[in-house]
């Protein structure tokens, strides 16, 4: 009996293991022999009989759903090469951009999924007891340090080799390696800002050093660099929330003393960070004015240890796990003073602005690979009789999503345009109310990247205040500029519907600013974010007819631009005619949202 139920067990086990080639199998299933009292099964039978049964070796079915194939980004991005070679028409561009792809397909997507299965952990002592504090990260993670280094990921944007276009170029390699990065764009956006603010503020000792390795395109020789502002007070307002000290030393040098309590990619070389001078009293000037900026080196002494580190913990993230982000302690760390005293937050602003323009070109780049998977996915998939794309309702979804993506590239890619042009010195007024929106097109495209931008209501009113530093200049350079966009499209009649419809959004807002100029201050921050949102719609809607006009543009470049201005570009007015922003209506909001607490 025993041998009986063996064989039985084995054989089955063949015929499931490789169904698909079960001829030989058959012989031997019917070959086996009962044992007296025993009974053969309906499916032996069929077996014997030279018949099968399609689930007869396993329960689950022969259907397998054949996976979306990630082909080369570059390749398969239409509006990025039509774009490029509309600005930037240099063979080597494109060549290079069109071998990164390939790689990226076929070699950094793969080592982005082993980053993310394989997160960084944290060996607080060695064998010995001794503290040592070694974040550990996968070879995957490793790689992807030396990949940015040989392909220049950063470097692109200091060589400047496209004078004003290079850092179109640069962000349209990171854009195709954004979603295959295993999120190493984090730390290569610290780098970038890092480079930035050194640049700005002048790479004398000791940071020419940093300057030129985070700058290189050398692997062994290559930076990342940390940004630790956050502290547990958390949010954006660094200037009350900061309460790390900097102690003068006799040689120049300062040493920190602090609870940094976020430090996204803590296995960088080098940081930049904020901290509150002592006068010769011991005494700290509070706020914004009390903050200067530091440099400090990550690096071990002769012991093994951090010198003046201690990580306390690996964050326990929702998300961006694949990346190192920890708790720190500074407990004399060795730093120099970057910035003049109490300079700090402006002087940092400079890493501000490129991360977060690096954290917008993440959030498009999404936005295109989900489209990219998507619409390959179609050709795929099939359901009730026929495979998705011959579906129209599922082609119309799929085409509001490559809408929203046009838009978004555009309007990124023009910043990035606006930062090579302010980089050699012909900077625009609109520059800096555009980058400002930028911000707040994060949480407008839905990525969960705006986490580390803040709140929309903040970042709205970022936007106010770039108005009401430039006591409403840059308003006026808006409005010309994208009238101005809208100016090359006059005689192409395709594009009536969308030019009529950016032009009298465009009217509707300077009416809404004359009109909200002689109300009270509250009036204009309850309005902040639709109108945040309003300068976005409209100016994207200029882009993409921009765009949709030139001598090399397709039918999809005006068809994107007609279906984007169907939306309502701009929700300011419509909410001002509701009268959202009646001085009356904050204490009704507060009244309506702790209603339950006022009845109990």
Known sequence: MMASLLNRHLVGGCCRAWWGVPRPLVHIRSASVAEPGTQRSDEESLWEAGGYLPFSGAKIGSFFQEQPVLKNPFLEDALLRGYLRRHLPEEAVSSDLCAFGERVANEVDGWGRECEVTPPRLVHFDPWGRRVDHIVTSQAWKRMKDLSAEEGLV????????????????????????????????????????AKVIQSVGDSWPVDEAYNRLTTRQPKRFWTSGQ???????????????????????????????????????????????????????????GSRGLSLFYAEVC???????????????????????MPTAELLLDGLPAHKLSEEGRGVASIANMLTVTRIHNSVSAAAAMRRVVQLARDYATRRTAFGKLLKDHPLHMQTLARMEVETRGAFLLVMDVCRLLGREEISFLQKIWHLIISTLKLTCHFFGQVLSIWEGTTNVLSLDVLRCVARSSGTVLHAYFSHT?????GA????????????????????????QVAATREPGYLELAARDLAYSLARIYTGALLIDHACWTGASPSDAYAALRWCEKDLCPVVTKQRRGCYDPNSPPLDAALVYDQLIQD
């Open 155 to 194: 470097a692109i944007g200091y060589e400047r080799s496209y004078r004003e276009w290079s850092r179109v170029f640069q962000m349209s390699k990171l854009y195709i390696f954004s979603p295959s990065s295993g999120l190493y764009t984090c730390p290569l956006a610290m780098t970038d800002g890092a």
């Open 228 to 286: 630790w502002m956050t502290e547990r007070q958390g949010g954006s307002d660094v200037g009350h929330g900061t309460e790390t000290i900097a102690v003068s030393q006799t040689d120049g040098s300062y040493k920190l003393h602090g609870y940094k309590w976020f430090t996204s990619a803590t296995d960088a070389d080098m940081t930049l960070t904020l901290a509150r001078t002592q006068d010769g009293t011991g005494a700290t000037t509070p």
């Open 300 to 322: 071990r002494g002769e012991d093994g240890r951090l010198k003046g580190i201690e990580v306390q913990r690996l964050k326990d993230k929702l998300g961006t796990r694949q």
């Open 483 to 487: 009238k101005s966009l809208l100016s």
């Open 490 to 513: 006059s005689g192409v009649s395709s594009l009536a519907p969308a030019i009529t419809a950016v032009d009298a959004a465009l009217s509707e807002l300077k009416d809404f600013v």
